[in-house]
């Protein structure tokens, strides 16, 4: 088996003249066009419903959307397959048998959505959809539906999930019923997995797909949930790349402070936090740290055809986005989109204003898989870093799911081994300035221990951050 998980072959399906021409393609689209009504109306009520995966109130009442919408259908063995831990949301199920049928799909979707921050949804509620002649930031209008007729190709629907991914749920079933009109049978056995809680991170997908793993036997999974390429054409993506979040939190004085009193002599968290983030790429924006970009096996022969073929548009993005420059030394897109990255989701400090901040936090997202939490670790305690960090307080915490296999990451310290860091591999330099080190257990306890014998004070500044996604951190207080 090959060691990159970054495969990436592209198939554009709208280059294929042919197929985008067959008479199916063209029944189907005019099936589209002729109960474009029905259609919206029923996305219209799915978007009503608020789907936040932290509510388990609402994601029942979307579930129980998806069913009635499945059994209208006629798909066959409608039901909710539920989790052995409690409160979570259900993963909605159904599937269509054709005779003779030796192969088996399963098309997925997730009906949550993001969190919602009314202050961001000033134009319009969340979940109150609402149509634009254009897109918000092209001056869309507000613009009643008509009862009937065409529907403007331009015209757009905003309302939280609209796109990501209540849109993958209702084009799933709506090319069912697209197959069901023109008296089609797939040529596959499918199966329908709508999953309730992505956005969180899917922490309990793996243990649904455990308990339910005869019922769920398949050849292949589609993923409906990812963009159209950049030009608008529809794209397949074979392979996609892991995802993995990090928090950073650097400490300063106990307590904030005035810039005209101490400034220039007290560090400022903040600042120091932009220079450790800094360091972690170079001008190129290419990672740093050590071990990022090991196990990456070059692109072979057929991804680089197909990133050849696929249509060339990054002019036109870098001047869509205003963008003066891109990274990756020249590289189009979809060469450094094949690469793991490094991005910052977050930074967080006091409040704007002539205070010397007492922390600074980062929410740091890689595209790497578990790893890169180790290796965030063992950047984050090196020498570099301790330059960068001089003697501010440095906090490493790591997002575990309940229900995930922590290994090794919940040994104790000093047994982690290679590539992690253990106190034995630091330098007796920094090795010296290690004084505490706490842990987040999965249940949210705070142990601060202690490194010279002495009693540790019992909690400590991100105890109060264990919560339902629960949280382990290893800290080293330098």
Request: hydrophobic share 40%; net charge negative.
């Given at each position: ?50 789907n ?34 409690a ?24 009906y ?46 905003y ?8 849109a993958g ?28 809680e ?7 997908l ?8 005869d019922l769920?036997q398949?050849d ?83 991804e ?13 993005l870098r001047s869509?986005l ?26 967080s400090?006091?409040?704007?204003g ?36 001089a ?25 982690l ?27 949210g ?10 009693a ?10 264990a ?12």
């Amino acid at each position: 088996m090959r060691k990159q998980v970054f495969l990436f072959f592209l198939s554009f399906l709208a280059g294929q003249l042919v197929l985008a021409q067959s008479p199916e393609v063209l029944t189907i689209r005019k099936y589209g066009h002729q109960n474009a009504g029905p259609i919206i109306s029923e996305f219209s009520a799915f978007l009503s419903l608020p789907n936040v995966a932290a509510d388990p109130a609402g994601q029942q009442k979307n579930a129980a959307f998806i069913m009635a919408m499945m059994n209208k259908r006629g798909i066959q063995k409608v039901s909710l397959l539920n989790a052995s831990t409690a409160g979570v949301p259900p993963v909605v199920y159904g599937e269509v048998t054709v005779p003779g049928a030796k192969q088996t799909l399963i098309f997925y979707a997730h009906y949550d959505g993001q969190p919602v921050d009314p202050k961001q949804w000033t134009a319009s509620p969340p979940f109150q959809p609402t149509w634009r002649t254009a897109a918000m930031e092209k001056g869309g209008q507000v613009v009643t539906l008509p009862t009937s007729g065409e529907i403007n190709s331009e015209w757009r629907i905003y309302a939280r999930g609209a796109s990501d991914d209540k849109a993958g749920v209702i084009g799933i079933l709506t090319a069912f019923d697209a197959l069901r009109a023109l008296h089609t049978s797939p040529s596959v056995n499918i199966k329908f997995l709508f999953e309730g809680e992505e956005e969180a991170g899917s922490p309990h997908l793996g243990e649904i797909i455990d308990l339910h793993k005869d019922l769920l036997q398949s050849d292949a999974w589609i993923i409906c949930d990812g963009p159209v390429h950049q030009s608008g054409r529809k794209q397949v993506v074979f392979g996609v790349r892991g995802d993995q979040n990090v928090d950073v939190t650097v400490y300063g004085a106990k307590r904030p402070l005035h810039s005209g009193h101490y400034g220039n002599w007290v560090p400022n968290p903040a600042m120091t936090l932009v220079h450790l983030l800094a360091s972690m790429k170079d001008d190129s924006g290419r990672v740093t740290i050590a071990g990022w970009h090991d196990g990456v096996e070059p692109l072979g022969d057929a991804e680089r055809r197909a990133i050849t073929e696929a249509p060339a548009y990054d002019d036109e993005l870098r001047s869509e986005l205003g963008l003066a420059r891109t990274e990756g030394n020249g590289k189009s897109l979809m060469e450094v989109i094949n690469q793991p990255s490094l991005n910052i989701n977050g930074i967080s400090s006091g409040d704007v204003g002539a205070l010397v901040n007492v922390s600074g936090a980062a929410v740091l997202k890689s595209s790497k898989n578990q790893q890169a939490a180790q290796q965030f670790l063992a950047y984050l305690v090196s020498e570099r870093a301790q330059d960068l960090m001089a003697k501010g307080r440095i906090a490493f915490e790591y997002p575990l799911h309940a229900g995930v296999s922590p290994d090794p990451l919940l040994k104790p310290f000093d047994q982690l081994s290679p590539p992690s860091l253990t106190l034995e591999q630091l330098g007796d330099d920094s090795k010296a300035k290690v004084k505490q080190i706490f842990k987040i257990d999965l249940a949210g306890a705070v142990d601060v221990t202690n490194l010279d014998g002495t009693a540790a004070a019992g909690g400590c500044a991100c105890a109060g951050k264990a919560n339902a996604r629960r949280v382990y951190a290893l800290a080293a207080y330098v």
